[in-house]
């Protein structure tokens, strides 16, 4: 293992479950010697790319953060997004999400709601599988084929009792996205919460990301939620496309 293998593996070891670590820990979830990780934790720490907590366990640094800012697909997409969430936040008062695809999982990058201590599984910069979220499936209905062969040909993790787990199922219900322009998760993700999501598209018709709306089961209008999150899709894609011209407001959301 490379020496810069080493250091993605000793950040890769961090999460939404696990923000905090100890050196044992790291070096378990690593798979980094101890001796090694201790070493490169040190210069990490350093470099303020690890930080030390006072209970002697090491956290991810805000260099971290300020780097991620500077992501300039990451920065523009946030950038766009960020007026028409909060429009659909104060017209629904329900949580949006903006997610990317990283890897096999998506990546939430924003997250707006009406009270920010409203608990919520997509925490701002955790990541979530693609077969069992709204965004998820948004973003893997219009990826291509190896991206969906690669996810759907792994055992698919069960999140609640009624997650989607059957490859072929799956296969069915990104077809169904892909035709009608937006994905509805019922509990997949969380028991008690439907999602909705619609995709943002870049400049060459390529998948830049996905919005999401997220609402308890009880009180959701889920028809109504699909014309929100699509027509909140297409003004983000206008914004995201043609920022100085784009209308950045949504007058079809009612």
């Not at 077809?175 to 509990?187: H, K, L, W």
């Not at 699509?230 to 079809?252: D, F, V, W």
Request: neutral net charge; aromatic residues 4%; charged residues 25%.
């Amino acid at each position: 293992m490379s020496l810069l293998d080493k250091v993605h593996h000793i950040l890769d070891a961090f999460d939404a479950e696990h923000p905090e670590l100890g050196l044992t820990e790291i070096a378990a979830r690593s798979h980094v010697p101890k001796a090694s990780a201790h070493r490169l934790c040190q210069h990490l720490a350093e470099s303020g790319l690890l930080e030390r907590t006072p209970r002697r366990t090491y956290q991810l640094g805000l260099r971290l953060f300020e780097l991620g800012e500077l992501v300039p697909r990451q920065r523009a997409l946030r950038l766009a997004a960020t007026p028409v969430m909060v429009d659909v936040m104060r017209s629904t008062g329900e949580i949006l999400h903006l997610g990317v695809r990283s890897g096999g999982r998506v990546l939430y990058i924003e997250s707006v709601a009406a009270n920010r201590h409203e608990t919520t599984i997509a925490q701002l910069a955790s990541t979530m599988p693609l077969h069992c979220t709204s965004t998820g499936k948004v973003l893997l209905a219009f990826s291509g084929d190896d991206v969906v062969n690669d996810v759907l040909g792994v055992r698919l993790e069960r999140w609640t009792r009624h997650t989607v787990v059957h490859a072929g199922r799956t296969r069915e219900e990104l077809e169904r996205i892909r035709a009608q322009g937006y994905s509805v998760e019922t509990e997949e993700a969380r028991l008690g919460y439907v999602s909705v999501a619609a995709p943002v598209f870049g400049p060459h018709d390529e998948i830049a990301g996905a919005v999401s709306l997220s609402a308890p089961v009880f009180r959701a209008d889920v028809d109504r939620l699909v014309r929100v999150i699509t027509s909140a899709g297409a003004a983000i894609t206008a914004e995201y496309r043609e920022p100085a011209t784009a209308n950045r407001r949504l007058r079809s959301i009612g």
